[in-house]
Structure formats: structure tokens, C-alpha cells
């Protein structure tokens, strides 16, 4: 079945250093989504992802989806600490449900003031 | 406007128990999706129910189960409890099925004994 893979699983940063997280799956995606939580919180919708190539920014975040709609980034500048917590992609295959939207294991990024 | 509202939060059960959790999702939603979140498994998609039907499952043995009613509020039911089944549940509530972003709720934290 399809698969979404997340690296790395963990990231430590010290505050002001950059961050990124990379998101890849076996097949290809109609969009993808990314999600934060919190320690302690519910995941949080980011962003979503549809176009081959395309980019998105949220301030300091940086969204991108591969060409072949098989992977996707996140990359955070400077980062602060309250970036802290577990970022995940969820990919979703071409029709079908909401069971379609397939989460990776999340990368948790912690940042040291 | 009212976020999705997950009850109980905690609770915790013994080994062969039977529990139930709802879900009230964002008014207007009528799709609502539940996953179980682990710490070495991540966001595991569990089923989504909309407008009271079940439109997919996930790879969960049968102990699991869910329902939806006609105000779009779901439960889910998990039987013959196992150490295994300790888990964070979230329930996702969004408008449509397989399109758009999830509004997830706080949880419930099930713990089994």
C-alpha cells in the first residue's frame, strides 16, 4: 500500500539555526498537507499542496512539492522556540476518501534558546 | 464557531473492558475521520464516516468500530481491550470527504491496564 516516509524522525536545533523536514512517497499524490502539534496538542493544519512544483510561504515557513508530486519540504528560517513540536506530512491519493490521507510519522523539532 | 470536542479526555480501562468514545464535530461537518496516535506509530487512520456511512477503514482488527449519526456527532468502540489499544485517539471532523484540510480535536488519552 502506499506509503509516506518522514525524515528525520527528530531534529535539534539551537534557536536561530534553520530547520527542514522532508516528506517522500511510493506514489503519486493529488496534494499534500502538513500538520503541527504541540507537545501535549492536537495536530494543526499548515498548509495544503496541489500543484507540481509549487511553493508556498508562511512567514518564516517555506512549503514545497516535488515536480513528480512525490515529495515535499518544509523549511523553517531562523528558527524560535515556538516552532517546537512534531511536524507531519499527510499525503493524499487521486479520489477516494479521507482514508486516503496518509500521515507520516511526523518529524519532532526541538529548539534550544 | 465551536472547534471539535472529543469526550472523555482521559480515561483509563483494564485489559478485556470495552470503551467508547465521541466526537462532535465542527457544525456544518459531516465528515469525520478517527486515527490513533502512538508514539512509535504515529497517525494511524482508523475509519471515516460520512453523512452516517462508513467510506473507509483502516488496517485495525474488527475490535474496532465506529459509527456516525445523523447529526454528524460519531463514536468509535473498541472491545475486548488490549494493553496494546493504549493510545492517544483523535477524532478530525472537515466538510466534505477526501478533499480539504482536518480539524482535529484535543483527544482522548486511553490507557489500558
Known amino acids: 500500500g502506499q506509503q509516506v516516509m518522514q525524515i528525520p524522525q527528530y531534529q535539534h536545533v539551537q534557536e536561530g539555526e534553520d530547520f527542514t523536514t522532508y516528506c517522500n512517497s511510493s506514489t503519486t499524490l493529488s496534494n499534500i498537507q502538513w500538520y503541527k502539534q504541540r507537545p501535549g496538542g492536537h495536530p494543526v493544519f499548515l498548509i495544503q499542496l496541489v500543484k507540481s512544483g509549487e511553493v508556498k510561504k508562511q512567514k518564516r515557513l517555506t512549503f514545497q512539492f516535488g515536480e513528480a508530486k512525490k515529495n515535499s519540504s518544509l523549511h523553517i528560517t531562523a528558527t524560535q522556540t515556538t516552532d517546537v513540536g512534531t511536524y507531519f506530512c499527510?499525503?493524499?491519493?487521486?479520489?477516494?476518501?479521507?482514508?486516503?490521507?496518509?500521515f507520516g510519522k511526523g518529524t519532532k523539532l526541538s529548539v534550544k534558546p | 464557531k465551536a472547534g471539535v470536542t472529543q469526550t472523555p479526555r482521559y480515561l483509563i480501562k483494564t485489559r478485556g473492558q470495552q470503551v467508547t468514545l465521541s466526537c462532535s464535530p465542527i457544525?456544518?461537518?459531516?465528515?469525520v475521520s478517527w486515527y490513533q496516535q502512538t508514539p512509535g506509530q504515529g497517525l494511524q487512520f482508523l475509519f471515516e464516516y460520512f453523512s452516517e456511512t462508513q467510506r473507509n477503514k483502516g488496517n485495525f482488527p474488527g475490535r474496532f468500530s465506529g459509527r456516525q449519526f445523523s447529526n454528524s456527532r460519531s463514536e468509535m468502540n473498541v472491545s475486548t481491550l488490549e494493553l496494546g489499544d493504549s493510545a492517544l485517539y483523535l477524532c478530525?471532523?472537515?466538510?466534505?470527504?477526501?478533499?480539504?484540510?482536518?480539524?482535529f480535536g484535543e483527544g482522548s488519552r486511553l490507557t489500558v491496564l
Open positions: 478530525a471532523s472537515s466538510y466534505q470527504t477526501g478533499t480539504g484540510e482536518l480539524f
Open positions: 457544525s456544518g461537518h459531516r465528515s
Open positions: 499527510a499525503g493524499r491519493n487521486y479520489g477516494g476518501s479521507q482514508g486516503n490521507l496518509i
